[in-house]
């Protein structure tokens, strides 16, 4: 197989100008051209993340080379006056030959030994193995119907895109080639962040990951040389650093395409090199709340929006709520060394899992003002806002639950309750509730950031009053206007409006009274 399609000159990454078009570029157009784009156009949250890892780990190795070491206040002149392009260049033309992504040695990202080895040479799985949303084999249809007899071709640059993704993103679970079973990718199960600036040049400035004593070890799969089946067949092993966390090849995949065809059908599949768990180490781009156990690693859950868990992105002083995103705190150092004070756009992406059933994925962007991220004081601000909005939900909920228990036909029965919740949770009352308090997010959030925080309070407490009211009234409608539900409703009454009560302005409460 001859040596095609390099991914230094053919274009092959979505990115959005700053007028908001969408092109395609190749390595050396996108970084020549970082200041001019806004940034990263994928539209599929783990490709997204997977892709700016890889640039991230590109431009760490491109300084590394020029340089030992690097200050913040160099990133800060970077970020300023744009990338150092021609250091970047020089690093990606020495790496040349490994960016081809077909090649009968070292295609990228890939692994040519698949090709011979007795465990993968004459076995080829569909595409849609290494496409996250995709079905295969027995996980659930997201985007399509395709069957794997039949996988309809796809063009090699977007399955690249795809493979990123994957590789950084898949479950864990079995394999059965090589190995029974595999290690899960560096960000499976995660909402990962990313700061981001007006352009693309000023994200990669935002999220590289700083210079450390390893540094020379810390290397990107590209620089290691093709693997052996060997290798595949290890233990799992701890990642030397972000970039080889950023570029792990946590599966073995071998692109198959015919002639000089760019469309591929079918891949070679196999166990790849295992990552195994630090917990000391921590995923750089990975932030972590308080569970009931200890810190878990935020993901995305079903019914529940990430802004309840906004303020796990923020500071915290005593480390008893949240550890933030390595990524956040560096960007925010480098904000403070630059005189930056405008609020920083976060995005969080990824993709929720349950072994190796994919269930769900997210982008999201929130704005946190620059109070937010550098005072563990106004986090906590924020954190007590949110907690009081989860005790009106947890009240609410409980009197719900009650109202729609004593509405049924067999309400002294000892499973009534337990159906009266699952009614509730199957019904409207949470979506109405906590897409309300959405939309007055952002106006609490630039409320603190100004520390105006009575208005705050009276915003938030309006807020609240409004959500419950609505979520009440869809209480309401569910449990029915027969006889016994309306008595079920009066009897609830007083316990709902005991939760509006300290919500309302005192002027009115004290209206109340005297009438």
């Given amino acids: 197989m001859n040596a095609r399609f390099n991914l230094l000159d053919e274009p092959w990454l979505p990115v959005r100008r700053l007028d908001g078009r969408v092109e395609e570029v190749g390595l050396l157009e996108l970084f020549a051209r970082a200041g001019e784009l806004s940034g990263l156009a994928e539209t599929d949250p783990p490709n997204l993340i997977a892709q700016y890892r890889l640039l991230l780990a590109i431009f760490h190795r491109a300084l590394s080379q020029g340089q030992v070491q690097w200050r913040l206040r160099d990133m800060a002149g970077y970020y300023r006056d744009g990338l150092p392009v021609e250091r970047?260049?020089?690093?990606?033309?020495?790496?040349?030959?490994?960016?081809?992504?077909?090649?009968?040695?070292?295609?990228?990202?890939?692994v040519a030994a698949l090709a011979a080895a007795e465990e993968t040479r004459d076995k080829t799985k569909p595409?849609?193995?290494?496409?996250?949303?995709s079905s295969t084999g027995n996980a659930p249809v997201v985007f399509d119907h395709a069957v794997d007899t039949l996988p309809i071709a796809i063009a090699a640059p977007r399955l690249l895109r795809q493979l990123l993704g994957f590789l950084q993103f898949t479950p864990g679970?079995?394999?059965?080639?090589?190995?029974?079973?595999?290690?899960?990718?560096?960000?499976?199960?995660?909402?990962?962040?990313?700061?981001?600036?007006?352009?693309?040049?000023?994200?990669?400035?935002?999220?590289?990951?700083?210079?450390?004593?390893?540094?020379?070890?810390?290397?990107?799969?590209w620089e290691k040389g093709p693997l052996a089946i060997s290798a595949l067949k290890g233990e799992p092993t701890l990642a030397t650093g972000p970039n080889d966390r950023y570029t792990r090849l946590s599966r073995a995949v071998l692109l198959l395409s015919e002639g000089d065809d760019l469309a591929v059908e079918r891949i070679r599949f196999a166990a790849g090199l295992a990552l195994a768990d630090d917990e000391h180490a921590p995923d750089l781009m990975a932030s972590y709340r308080m569970g009931s156990n200890g810190m878990v690693r935020l993901s995305f859950t079903e019914g529940r929006a990430l802004w309840r868990d906004l303020a796990t992105f923020l500071p915290d002083a005593g480390g008893k709520h949240a550890l933030p995103a390595a990524?956040?705190?560096?960007a925010e150092k480098l904000r403070e060394q630059v005189g930056q004070t405008a609020a920083m756009p976060i995005l969080v992406a990824g993709l929720a899992s349950d072994q190796a059933k994919l269930l769900r994925w997210r982008a999201e962007r929130f704005v946190l003002p620059c109070r937010l991220l550098e005072q563990a004081e106004a986090a906590d601000e924020l954190r007590d806002f949110l907690r009081r909005s989860e005790e009106d939900f947890s009240g609410l909920r409980q009197a719900a639950t009650t109202l729609l228990a004593r509405s049924m036909p067999d309400e002294s029965h000892k499973d009534t309750r337990s159906r009266a919740r699952t009614l509730l949770d199957n019904g409207p009352a949470a979506a109405l509730y906590f897409s309300a308090l959405e939309r007055q997010l952002p106006r609490l959030l630039d409320l603190i950031g100004e520390a105006r925080l009575d208005e705050a309070e009276a915003h938030w407490n309006d807020a609240r009053h409004a959500a419950l009211e609505q979520a009440w009234a869809a209480v309401c409608r569910q449990s029915g206007t027969t006889a016994k539900a309306l008595r079920a409703q009066a009897r609830a009454e007083p316990v709902y409006r005991a939760l509006l009560k300290p919500l309302r302005p005192q002027s009115s409460v004290e209206e109340q009274v005297h009438v």
């Fill in 88 to 110: 970047i260049h020089g690093y990606l033309e020495q790496w040349r030959e490994r960016f081809f992504l077909f090649h009968p040695e070292s295609p990228f990202m890939q």
């Fill in 127 to 133: 595409w849609t193995q290494i496409a996250l949303s």
């Fill in 173 to 221: 679970g079995l394999v059965k080639t090589l190995r029974d079973s595999d290690k899960a990718g560096a960000l499976a199960n995660t909402a990962a962040a990313m700061p981001q600036g007006d352009t693309l040049a000023q994200t990669l400035c935002l999220a590289l990951h700083p210079v450390s004593a390893d540094m020379g070890r810390d290397l990107p799969t």
């Fill in 327 to 330: 990524v956040l705190s560096w």
